[in-house]
């Protein structure tokens, strides 16, 4: 069974390499507690089933996720970008650190189904499953500029709890 | 004759990355088209033929792997070089995919050079 610090880890190497390749901009862990939001936030979600089952979030303010979305276009960060491009481009930035993570423990875990990101956008958004499940969190510096938030919410499935 | 190419995406936002890392890669195609879904992708491909497409699994209304199956049915995709782009990494899927009827596979997150050597010998 995967540890929470093992999860942790792949959570964290997954949004690097992700940043890396496709956002073009750097990532790190922050040693901040929470993010430093500005009055609105958007919330880029995915959820997963399988043995491990749960959602992955990604959370930061407007201001971060317009740099990301002009980044991942190859566009100025002054450009005008609209809502729907921007939280386009945090769902599939959603997706593709949930493919990462995915690719990462599916060899231990066996085969996990991922469905169609969502984002949405408003204060203090958090992702729930209730009682019982666990969480994992890294809080991500960008470029000494932003702070995001990784989050893989989650609970064993049928055959981890009982096998 | 040069070259076209689709992309088939259900986020715009990726068909513009997708767009940008093909030109990053150095190749180059005289007409590109998008396709929002694999139902808009096979409306167009009836059509007329497309070189090389570059396809996501993961889209509602159709999924990439449907969209291989019945494209591989159409006169005019007989000879078009489909390629799945996709976060899927199971090797089981990718085989299935490629039996389908996909001729490569490509992970994202991507870099141009994955493009370049998957596109290349397809192109020639």
Known sequence: MMTTACLKDVLLDSARE??????????????????????????????????????????????????????????????????????????????????????????????????????VRGRELKNSMGEGASMVTVMADIEGQYTAEFSLLYRSGPSERHG | MGKSLMIVDDSATMRKIIMRTVRMSGLEFDRTEEAGSGVEALEKLKIGPIDVILCDINMPEMNGTEMVKQARQLPTCAGTKIVMVSTESAQDLINQVLTDGANGYITKPFTPEQFREKLTPLLN
């Open chain 1, 18 to 119: 992700v940043f890396e390749t496709m956002v073009f901009m750097a990532l790190a862990e922050s040693g901040e507690n929470s993010p430093a939001m500005g009055e609105t936030a958007l919330l880029g979600s995915i959820t997963f089933k399988g043995n491990l089952k749960g959602c992955l979030a990604i959370c930061c303010d407007v201001a971060c996720a317009r740099t990301i979305a002009a980044n991942m276009l190859g566009m100025d960060a002054s450009a005008e970008l609209g809502e729907a491009d921007i939280c386009d481009a945090i769902g599939e930035l959603a997706n593709m650190v949930m493919g990462t993570v995915k690719s990462r423990i599916q060899n231990e875990l066996g085969p996990i189904e991922v469905s169609i990101p969502s984002v």
